[in-house]
């Protein structure tokens, strides 16, 4: 069954680094786009970033544009998320999620359970 | 950004009962539309994508429909297990945008 387990959440403060992974099992992870999604507390789901299957182009939120980078390790079957420049406005739990197709941004049919990133001093 | 909105913010219903809810985009986003239910402390799950294609292993209770700016998920009988948020997000145009959410509760 597909697996996405996420890890590298945590506190920081304003301005701040912090490295998301994402470890992905049960599915050709290689062949498969892939994308970040966070969620503010008591909010609504927010879509940040997004890789295809071969890495070929990213794609951001504005709001995080120029912060985060996203990136991925076909090899070792991970994806990641660099945050740099954390504001508190950043605080949320981070989802990594599947989409159903490898090249373009579509509908995403798997979900991790998780991170929390807290930005506060 | 195309902004997506849903009405109502909240659904009161009863188990067994019929609801639809309903999802606007600020241009036409096709057919590329796509349902999420949430439940408390869990990650959205994928209901429906295509506007109108079940995800695999969701009931056929949970039916989608419309095209261009227009869109409805219908649930035909309301079990316990039901009652959640539920987004729409459309995949026409980046980035990629969710709704607010419709709660649908008891």
């Known amino acids: 069954q597909v697996q996405l387990v996420e890890s590298g959440g945590g506190a920081v403060q304003p301005g701040g680094s912090l490295r998301l992974s994402c470890a992905a099992s049960?599915?050709?992870?290689?062949?498969?786009?892939m994308h970040w999604v966070r969620q503010a507390p008591g909010k609504g789901l927010e879509w940040v970033a997004f890789?295809?299957?071969?890495?070929?182009?990213?794609r951001y939120a504005d709001s995080v544009k120029g912060r985060f980078a996203i990136s991925r390790d076909n090899s070792n079957n991970t994806l990641h998320l660099q945050m740099n420049s954390l504001r508190a406005e950043d605080t949320a739990v981070y989802y990594c999620?599947?989409?159903?197709?490898?090249?373009?941004?579509?509908?995403?049919?798997?979900w991790g359970q998780g991170a929390l990133v807290t930005v506060s001093s | 950004e195309i902004v997506m909105t849903q009405s109502p913010a909240t659904l009161s219903v009863s188990p067994g009962e019929k609801t639809t809810l309903s999802c606007r985009a600020g241009?036409?986003?096709?057919?590329?539309l796509a349902w999420y239910q949430q439940k408390p402390g869990q990650a959205p799950r994928l209901l429906i994508y295509?506007?109108?294609t079940r995800a695999t292993g969701v009931p056929a209770r949970f039916s989608g429909s419309g095209s261009g700016t227009e869109f409805t998920l219908s649930i035909s009988s309301l079990q316990s297990e039901d009652f959640a948020v539920y987004y729409c997000?459309?995949?026409?145009?980046?980035?990629?945008?969710f709704g607010g959410g419709t709660k649908v509760e008891i």
């Open positions: 999620a599947k989409d159903r197709r490898e090249k373009s941004g579509t509908s995403l049919d798997y």
């Open positions: 049960g599915f050709t992870f290689s062949t498969y786009a």
């Open positions: 890789m295809p299957f071969d890495s070929s182009y990213q």
């Open positions: 241009q036409s986003v096709s057919g590329d």
């Open positions: 295509g506007a109108s």
């Open positions: 997000q459309q995949y026409n145009r980046w980035p990629l945008t």
